[in-house]
C-alpha cells in the first residue's frame, strides 16, 4: 500500500539566462568604440540586445560580459537606458577571447538557471518570438537549439589565398542542406558548461557555442531563425539595421 501522506518532490524551476559576450572590438566596422557600443538610432547596440533578451518572458536574467577593463563604463551605460524591470542585468569582465567571455558569464550564473542562451550583442534586432521559439525547444527537452535561416546564394568551398588572391574552386556544398545560425543560441546549462570545460579551441576561441557541443556528439536542432536577426558586422549592415529599427518604430510603437 502506498504512502500517499509524504509530500510530493517539487517540480524542478526552469530558469533561463542569456549572456551577451560584449567584449570585442568590432573592426570591420572601422575605428572608433567597440562594435557593442557602436550607436543605432542613437542608442548602442548593445542596449537593443539586452533589450531584445529581457522582452522574453521566459529569460529572468541577462549577463553582459564586458571587455575586461571596461566592466565600469558597461554598467554605467545599462544604468543610463531604460530596461525591462521584471528582468535583471549583471555586469562581469571577459577575457581576450569570445570563448573565454563566455565562460566568465557561465560562471556567474546563479544555482538555479537550467538553460543558458548565448546572443551576440551585434544582432540588436532579433525578434522576442525567436527569442521564445529558442527558449521553449530547450525547456521542451532539446539539449542545444540554434536559430538558423536558409541560405539564397550559392555557397562555393575554397582552398583559401592570401588577400586579393584567386581562390581555387574544392567543392560547392547543396544549397538546400545549408543553413546560416543566428543567434539566441539556447542550451541545457549542464551541457554548455559541460562543453566548455571538455573543448579546447585554439587562437581565436569558439565563434559558435553550438559547435562545441556538437563535438561532444549532443545533438543539436535547428528552429527557424528570423530575417531581421542579422549580425551588423559592416557599414552597410549599419544602414540596414537603421532602416529596420525606423520601420519598427513607424509601425509598432518599438
Do not use: C, W
Amino acid at each position: 500500500m502506498s504512502d500517499d501522506s509524504r509530500p510530493a518532490t517539487p517540480a524542478r524551476a526552469h530558469r533561463t539566462a542569456a549572456v551577451i559576450p560584449a567584449a570585442g572590438r568590432g573592426v570591420r566596422l572601422g575605428p572608433g568604440a567597440p562594435k557593442a557600443l557602436r550607436t543605432l538610432g542613437g542608442t548602442p547596440m548593445l542596449i537593443h540586445a539586452v533589450r531584445a533578451m529581457a522582452r522574453s518572458r521566459a529569460v529572468s536574467l541577462v549577463v553582459v560580459v564586458a571587455p575586461p577593463d571596461g566592466a565600469g563604463e558597461v554598467r554605467n551605460l545599462l544604468d543610463e537606458h531604460a530596461l525591462p524591470e521584471r528582468t535583471d542585468v549583471l555586469v562581469v569582465p571577459g577575457g581576450d577571447t569570445r570563448q573565454e567571455s563566455v565562460r566568465a558569464g557561465l560562471d556567474a550564473l546563479p544555482d538555479d538557471i537550467t538553460a543558458v542562451l548565448i546572443h551576440d550583442a551585434a544582432r540588436p534586432l532579433v525578434p522576442v518570438d525567436t527569442v521564445d521559439t529558442v527558449v521553449e525547444a530547450v525547456r521542451d527537452g532539446a539539449p542545444a537549439v540554434v536559430p538558423a535561416m536558409p541560405l539564397s546564394d550559392t555557397v562555393k568551398e575554397v582552398e583559401p589565398g592570401g588577400p586579393g588572391e584567386a581562390e581555387p574552386v574544392v567543392a560547392t556544398p547543396e544549397r538546400s542542406r545549408l543553413r546560416a545560425v543566428q543567434t539566441p543560441q539556447g542550451f541545457d546549462r549542464a551541457t554548455l558548461v559541460r562543453a566548455h570545460e571538455t573543448i579546447a579551441v585554439n587562437g581565436e576561441g569558439a565563434t559558435d557555442d553550438a559547435g562545441m557541443v556538437e563535438k561532444l556528439g549532443v545533438p543539436v536542432v535547428l528552429v527557424p531563425g528570423h530575417e531581421e536577426a542579422f549580425k551588423v558586422t559592416r557599414p552597410l549592415d549599419l544602414v540596414l539595421a537603421e532602416a529596420v529599427l525606423a520601420r519598427r518604430r513607424a509601425t509598432d510603437a518599438y
